[in-house]
């Protein structure tokens, strides 16, 4: 009886083994098949408006309110926030000082100019006196009357009164164009300030979205940390990081489709639009810009998602699942080792361009 029984089990594990081995035969070898294949780059992705930017103040203070509020509609020169400091407005008021006593200067009506116009007035005087008291002598002495010295007396007064009055109009000239060379830096330390003073009102430079505040009221605003963030209110684009081993793949105008948390069961078709040549030493991944064929009816900024960039797609072409190749370019089959020649691949397959046809099998590695 124990014999009978020693013989069913051997029986029965001899059974088992067998159709374990026939059932590890079908999952450990395959044929060639053939079918469509597309070779693509993953990214990870992110919607963002397009034309988003930063929004800076360009001088320091204390906020004093946000005069909108994230989500409002904004256009080009739409007052965002309002910043104080006492500083530049002290600054503006002396400029302006400045600039009217530089204005009165010039205008002649203070008592530099209107002295030295008064001493040339007196100059043309005395000039016009010596003058005919020159000519006068003159005419004497060509008769031979009087006397050589008293000539002489006069020809010097003359010239001395002359000389004089040019020296007062030169003097007067070089007041005059000094008082309009103040007048000019006072306007334009006037405008410089007037411009400083405009500053405190920080601007939007696009028609768009106001997405972001970064500042509430009464915080210190420095001309390093951004204020806002404002992009377009319908234009959206993808952003895409690639992997560096990938991104020579790229060209411009390859399609993408792309896959958002938000929209799990639908898949969009895009087209790469920018390819940012500059590598993140941190992340070791370049940044690509794609445009949606047909966005989504409704977007926000930070949407992310996946991206598979459609680098080749080829029809009716031989291929084997990967994971059976050796060492990139080998295969075993009944015969041994073959090499092979490989075309594109995806995650999973990959084209057999030669070595290999539909009548032969390829075995797992290991097998």
Do not use: H
């Not at 002396?94 to 204005?103: D, G, S």
């Not at 106001?210 to 420095?222: F, H, P, R, V």
């Not at 992997?243 to 060209?251: F, P, S």
């Amino acid at each position: 009886m124990q014999t009978v029984f020693s013989y069913c089990k051997a029986f029965l594990l001899f059974i088992s083994a067998t159709l374990l081995l026939s059932c590890g035969t079908d999952e450990d070898k395959t044929y060639p098949t053939r079918s469509r294949l597309t070779e693509s780059v993953y990214a990870s992705a992110t919607v963002q408006p397009d034309s988003l930017y930063q929004v800076y103040a360009a001088v320091g203070g204390i906020l004093e309110r946000n005069l909108l509020e994230e989500g409002d509609i904004v256009r080009k020169g739409d007052p965002i926030a309002q910043i104080v400091n006492n500083t530049p407005k002290l600054n503006m008021d002396n400029a302006r000082l400045n600039l009217e006593l530089a204005r009165d200067n010039y205008s002649g009506n203070n008592a530099v100019l209107s002295g030295m116009r008064d001493e040339i007035a007196a100059a043309k005087l005395k000039m016009k006196n010596d003058s005919s008291n020159y000519y006068r002598q003159k005419k004497l002495w060509d008769q031979k009357i009087g006397s050589e010295v008293e000539y002489e007396t006069r020809k010097l007064a003359y010239e001395l009164a002359s000389s004089n009055l040019q020296v007062l109009k030169g003097n007067y000239e070089r007041m005059k164009n000094e008082l309009k060379t103040k007048l000019i830096q006072a306007e334009n330390n006037y405008k410089t300030a007037l411009i400083a003073t405009d500053d405190f009102t920080v601007t939007s430079k696009i028609n768009g979205t106001l997405y972001n505040l970064y500042k509430n009221q009464g915080e210190i605003i420095s001309t390093m940390e951004p204020l806002a963030a404002i992009g377009s209110s319908d234009q959206f684009v993808i952003e895409l990081l690639v992997d560096e081993v990938d991104i020579v793949k790229l060209r411009l105008a390859q399609k993408a489709l792309i896959t958002l948390d938000a929209y799990q069961e639908r898949v969009f078709e895009a087209r790469i639009s920018k390819i940012y040549p500059q590598k993140d030493q941190r992340s070791q991944t370049f940044k690509i810009e794609a445009q949606f064929k047909a966005p989504p009816e409704v977007l926000y900024p930070g949407l992310a998602g996946e991206g598979n960039i459609i680098i080749t797609e080829k029809d009716s072409v031989l291929t084997i699942p990967k994971d059976f190749l050796i060492d990139g370019n080998k295969v075993k089959t009944a015969d041994g080792i073959v090499e092979i020649a490989v075309g594109i691949q995806n995650l999973d397959r990959v084209e057999v361009l030669s070595g290999l046809d539909e009548d032969t099998y390829v075995l797992r590695p290991g097998e």
